[in-house]
């Protein structure tokens, strides 16, 4: 087990999790969810109630049923009093700390910063991440172009908790950037009821990969860290939550 795969399995994050969320529903209900990602991208947001119901439609869907279905599998969060979708993973509908700005697409942002770093991956387009030490405040970025991964700062990690009884989005807000080992450290010290695991920003984007990569596009290539600007793949820190 490498060091992405044992931080999933501790936060109870499976690789290709979208595929297995959505075992068991029809292939229409499936790509009514793959319609509702290509979506967001393209509107910089949640899609239009009109169009859902259009969407889910044209293929003899009922609307809310299928909306109801996927939000009970966990590939989408509803507004339960509008019917409105608030977020469809690795989607927000709402502002967050993650803002990702996609080539030749409208900037989105992401439940957490796993999800914000699979969606280059996802969408089979370079994309840049832009968040904040959730310790510190101070700026994160992180690039992947050309499937490699540039950060600034150069030592930006990603601390993957460990969920306990969160779930949903409540749980995603305990996935995030830190600008150090150093920060994402005194972070773990300053909240002992918190455990997780550190990954550099290429093992993120790496474990991003994983879990959203083939969700659309097909394509799930591993990323590689860029040679000018990334240099924490490099060190090959050991480093144990």
């Not at 900037?107 to 832009?130: F, H, Q």
């Not at 959730?134 to 993957?160: M, N, Q, W």
């Amino acid at each position: 087990m490498d060091k992405v795969d044992k931080a999933l399995r501790a936060a109870n994050i499976p690789e290709d999790g979208w595929e297995i969320k959505g075992s068991g529903l029809a292939e229409a209900e499936m790509e009514l969810y793959r319609s509702i990602l290509r979506a967001f991208p393209e509107t910089g947001g949640p899609p239009a109630t009109e169009w859902l119901r259009a969407e889910a439609a044209a293929p003899g869907l009922d609307p809310d049923a299928a909306l109801q279905a996927l939000a009970a599998r966990d590939l989408i969060v509803l507004d339960m009093a509008t019917r409105e979708i608030v977020g469809a993973y690795p989607f927000s509908g709402a502002p967050t700390a993650d803002r990702v700005s996609i080539d030749s697409a409208r900037p989105v942002y992401a439940m957490c910063a796993v999800d914000a770093l699979g969606i280059p991956s996802m969408l089979g387009r370079d994309a840049t991440v832009v968040s904040t030490d959730t310790r510190t405040g101070e700026a994160v970025r992180v690039e992947v172009r050309d499937s490699a991964v540039y950060c600034e700062p150069p030592g930006a990690v990603v601390l993957i908790c460990e969920p306990g009884d969160r779930k949903g989005p409540e749980c995603c807000a305990t996935i995030s950037f830190f600008s150090s080992m150093e920060s994402a450290d005194a972070y773990r010290r300053e909240h002992p009821d918190i455990e997780g695991q550190v990954l550099t920003a290429p093992e993120a984007v790496e474990a991003g990969r994983r879990v959203f990569g083939s969700a659309m596009s097909g394509r799930d290539s591993p990323v590689r860290c860029g040679e000018q600007s990334c240099h924490q793949a490099r060190r090959e820190e050991a480093y144990e939550g």
